[in-house]
Structure formats: structure tokens, C-alpha cells
Nanobody, 119 residues
């Protein structure tokens, strides 16, 4: 199992930037892909971005393309989400998750970090 701990959330004004981090520990060698998800109050959790650990290929939901960038630091077993041009609708709890392969679901989850964007 992989343990995930997020950090870096906070309060930012609309148009501002924030970078959140996800540190992985445990069986990190078994990680195929890591992703960021978010859940706003009263809404379903939604996919935000993902990165394949081996080759760094990235994936984004349409609403964050061009504004958010996911990256990884293999030496630190850490994944980052750089969020620019933030909007109030980006307000949510952001959680990172890990999956072992392309055919398995995300099965390791962090507790999340709150991101609040004020208008």
C-alpha cells in the first residue's frame, strides 16, 4: 500500500496561484499513475489531473487545461499541482490518489487539502 499526504492548500484570491503537494511513502515502486481529484461542498468528487510515474505523461480535465500543471519529483516521491488563474469554482478539497496499473482503480488516497478561492 502507498501512503499519501497532501500539503500546501490555503486561501487565495481569484486570479492567484497556489501549489499543492502530495508526498508518497510505502510501496511507491508499485505506483503506475498518480492523480489529483477535488470535491466541492454538495458535489461529486471529480478528476482534475494525473501523471504517469514512469514517463511523466499528463492528463487534465478540460476545466483546468492551460491553468493547472501536474508534475512529479521521482527522487522525493512527490507529485505537485501548480494552480494558476484560480477561480472561485476551483474551491474544493483536493486529494491525491495512486493506482498500480492502467487496469486498476485508484486505490490509495490521501486525506486532502482545502483550497479556497475568494472572489
Amino acid at each position: 500500500q502507498v501512503q499519501l499526504v497532501e500539503s500546501g492548500g490555503g486561501l487565495v484570491q481569484a486570479g492567484g496561484s497556489l501549489r499543492i503537494s502530495c508526498a508518497a511513502s510505502g510501496r511507491t515502486f508499485s505506483t503506475y499513475r498518480m492523480g489529483w481529484f477535488r470535491q466541492a461542498p454538495g458535489k461529486e468528487r471529480e478528476f482534475v489531473a494525473a501523471i504517469t510515474w514512469s514517463d511523466g505523461s499528463t492528463y487534465y480535465t478540460d476545466s483546468v487545461k492551460g491553468r493547472f500543471t501536474i508534475s512529479r519529483d521521482n527522487a522525493k516521491n512527490t507529485v505537485y499541482l501548480q494552480m494558476n488563474s484560480l477561480k472561485p469554482e476551483d474551491t474544493a478539497v483536493y486529494s491525491c490518489a495512486a493506482r498500480r496499473s492502467i487496469v486498476t482503480a485508484y486505490n490509495s488516497w490521501g486525506r486532502g487539502t482545502q483550497v479556497t478561492v475568494s472572489s
